[in-house]
């Protein structure tokens, strides 16, 4: 029978739930469970083509820290920006200046885009790919560039990094105190 204590024991029963939940196995060398590529959803881009990530997700330590809610995603001015999912328009105006728009999608999620013009009007149900308007380069978190400010919420106020709609998460291990 082999023994493990305190640390170890903890470490050891989560890889082996891990292993049971999910049918993963770990790297001998390394404490890093990589989750296999399983569909999160029916996401895309919401830039077409495939844009540069300008500023990745920064989560604040606190709700009212600062922080980068969403990421900036590189394109020209006026490009259509197309709906990440299918849901509904729930959110289309100007807020501080800069046109916003918000999709409620089925699965409970929100994505914001901003700054847009030429939005389309809430209410109003999309697809994916569908165009919900035109990237402004007023208002653009990249000035003098033009990049679209692309959130994930997720319940009322709990901002999430988008680019995980669009590629699965990594599950790590992490030593127990």
Do not use: N
């Not at 830039?47 to 980068?68: C, I, K, N, Y």
């Not at 729930?90 to 089925?106: L, N, W």
């Not at 569908?130 to 000035?143: N, Q, R």
């Amino acid at each position: 029978m082999v023994r493990a204590h305190g640390a170890g024991m903890k470490t050891l029963l989560a890889m082996v739930w891990l292993t049971s939940t999910f049918g993963l196995t770990a790297p001998a060398s390394s404490p890093q469970v990589v989750v296999p590529a399983t569909p999160v959803g029916d996401y895309r881009w919401p830039l077409s083509p495939e844009p540069s990530v300008v500023r990745r997700f920064e989560a604040p330590p606190q709700r009212w820290a600062a922080g980068h809610r969403g990421v900036d995603l590189l394109a020209a001015p006026s490009v259509g920006v197309l709906a990440a999912g299918d849901g509904l328009i729930s959110h289309s105006a100007v807020i501080a200046g800069r046109g916003t728009v918000s999709i409620t999608h089925p699965d409970g999620r929100r994505t914001t885009y901003e700054p847009l013009e030429a939005r389309i009007a809430a209410g109003t149900r999309v697809s994916a790919g569908d165009l919900v308007g035109t990237l402004s380069s007023d208002g653009s978190h990249c000035a003098p560039r033009a990049c679209l400010h692309w959130g994930l919420l997720v319940g009322k106020r709990e901002y999430r990094d988008p680019l995980t709609l669009l590629r699965p998460s990594r599950v790590r291990l992490l030593p127990v105190p």
